[in-house]
C-alpha cells in the first residue's frame, strides 16, 4: 500500500483536511469526557477487540444511523450501515471478500426508480447473490467508509490493508459508473471514500482516490469531527455526483447486446491504480489523557 506520486488534487486535499477540525456538536456525557478519559484508555488496554469496539468505536466513527433516528437528521436518511457483515454482492477483487467492522453507504431506496431501472443491467438479481461493481451488501450500494479495529502492536497495519481491499473495491465502483458514461475524468485524484483504523489508543483516517492512466487533528475528537463532516459535508455532493451519472445510464441496457468490455466496465486494472490510500491524519492517546502526533 502505498500513495501515488501524483497525489490528490488539491482542492479535494484543502477541503478533507478541513474536516480534521470541522466543529461540531460533541456531547459531554461519554467515555472522552476529561474525567474518565485516562481511565477508559487503561480499561481497555488489554482487552479484547470486542470491547475496543463497543467503548472506543462509537466514540471514534459515530454511526450516522442514530443521527438520524435518535437526533432526527433526515439528511442522513439516504444512508445505510453494516457491521461485520461479509460484501457477498460486491465483485470480487481477491479470493477473499471484504467485512469490515462498519462500513456504510447508500440505501437501495436513496435512489428513484429510473435510476434503478438504469442499474439493473448491472446489479442483476441482487437478492439470488448475483454480484457486482456497485454494491457491497443486499442493502447497500456505493459503500464510501469503511471502520477496522484491532488489538496488539501490529494490529493497525493489519487494519490498514483489510481497509484498502474494501475501499478499493468501494472507489472502483464510482470509478466504472462514471467510465460507464464516459467520465472518468472527473474522478482523477478525487477522494471517492474513508477508513478508519484504531485501537485502543491510536487512530489512522486515510482517503481512498484514484489515479487514472490514460496511456496505460490534535484532540481525541478528531476522528468523531472528521466522520460527522463526512455525513453532512462531503456525503451529500457525493450522493448527487453519483446519481448524475446514473442518470446518463441508457434505461434499456441490454448486457446480451452490449458486453462489459465495450462500456470499458471491464478494462484491465494494469490501466489505473483504483485505490490510493492518502494518510489523512494519525492521532494517538496517551494515558496522560493528551493526544499527541504519531
Known amino acids: 500500500?502505498?500513495?501515488?506520486?501524483?497525489?490528490?488534487?488539491?482542492?479535494?486535499?484543502?477541503?478533507y483536511l478541513s474536516f480534521l477540525s470541522s466543529d461540531q456538536i460533541i456531547s459531554d456525557n461519554t467515555l472522552f469526557h476529561n474525567n474518565v478519559f485516562k481511565q477508559t484508555c487503561q480499561r481497555v488496554e488489554d482487552r479484547n477487540e470486542a470491547r475496543v469496539i463497543r467503548d472506543i468505536t462509537p466514540l471514534i466513527v459515530p454511526s450516522a444511523e442514530?443521527?438520524?433516528?435518535?437526533?432526527?437528521?433526515?439528511?442522513?436518511?439516504?444512508?445505510?450501515?453494516?457491521?461485520?457483515?461479509?460484501?457477498?454482492?460486491s465483485m470480487p477483487l481477491t479470493g477473499t471478500r471484504p467485512q469490515p467492522d462498519f462500513s456504510i453507504g447508500f440505501r437501495r431506496e436513496s435512489f428513484t426508480e429510473d435510476q434503478l431501472l438504469r442499474l439493473s443491467s448491472f446489479i442483476g438479481d441482487f437478492i439470488a447473490g448475483d454480484?457486482?461493481?456497485?454494491?457491497?451488501?443486499?442493502?447497500?450500494?456505493?459503500?464510501?467508509?469503511?471502520?477496522?479495529?484491532?488489538?496488539?502492536?501490529?494490529?493497525?497495519?493489519?487494519?490498514?490493508?483489510?481497509?484498502?481491499?474494501?475501499?478499493?473495491?468501494?472507489?472502483?465502483?464510482?470509478?466504472?459508473?462514471?467510465?460507464?458514461?464516459?467520465?472518468?475524468?472527473?474522478?482523477?485524484?478525487?477522494i471517492l471514500g474513508f477508513s478508519v483504523s484504531h485501537d485502543h489508543r491510536s487512530v489512522r483516517i486515510y482517503g481512498?482516490?484514484?489515479?487514472?492512466?490514460?496511456?496505460?487533528?490534535?484532540?481525541?475528537w478528531t476522528a468523531y469531527r472528521f466522520t460527522k463532516s463526512t455525513y453532512k459535508v462531503w456525503m451529500p455532493n457525493h450522493f448527487k455526483r453519483i446519481c448524475s451519472a446514473i442518470d446518463q445510464l441508457p434505461s434499456d441496457w441490454n448486457l446480451d447486446d452490449v458486453s462489459l468490455a465495450e462500456t470499458g466496465l471491464l478494462q484491465s486494472f494494469q490501466s489505473h491504480h483504483l485505490s490510493q490510500p492518502a494518510r489523512l491524519d494519525s492521532i494517538s492517546a496517551s494515558f496522560d489523557?493528551?493526544?499527541?502526533d504519531a
Not at 500500500?1 to 477541503?15: H, Y
Open 208 to 220: 481512498h482516490y484514484p489515479v487514472i492512466d490514460e496511456k496505460t487533528a490534535n484532540t481525541r
Open 1 to 15: 500500500m502505498e500513495e501515488s506520486d501524483l497525489g490528490i488534487s488539491k482542492d479535494s486535499k484543502n477541503t
Open 66 to 89: 442514530i443521527f438520524l433516528y435518535i437526533y432526527g437528521d433526515q439528511s442522513l436518511n439516504i444512508l445505510v450501515e453494516s457491521t461485520e457483515e461479509g460484501w457477498n454482492n
Open 289 to 292: 489523557g493528551e493526544l499527541s
Open 131 to 190: 454480484v457486482s461493481y456497485f454494491m457491497a451488501t443486499y442493502s447497500m450500494y456505493f459503500p464510501f467508509l469503511t471502520c477496522e479495529v484491532k488489538c496488539g502492536a501490529t494490529g493497525l497495519d493489519v487494519a490498514d490493508r483489510q481497509n484498502a481491499h474494501s475501499m478499493t473495491l468501494a472507489v472502483r465502483a464510482v470509478v466504472e459508473l462514471f467510465r460507464a458514461v464516459k467520465r472518468e475524468k472527473e474522478v482523477h485524484q478525487q
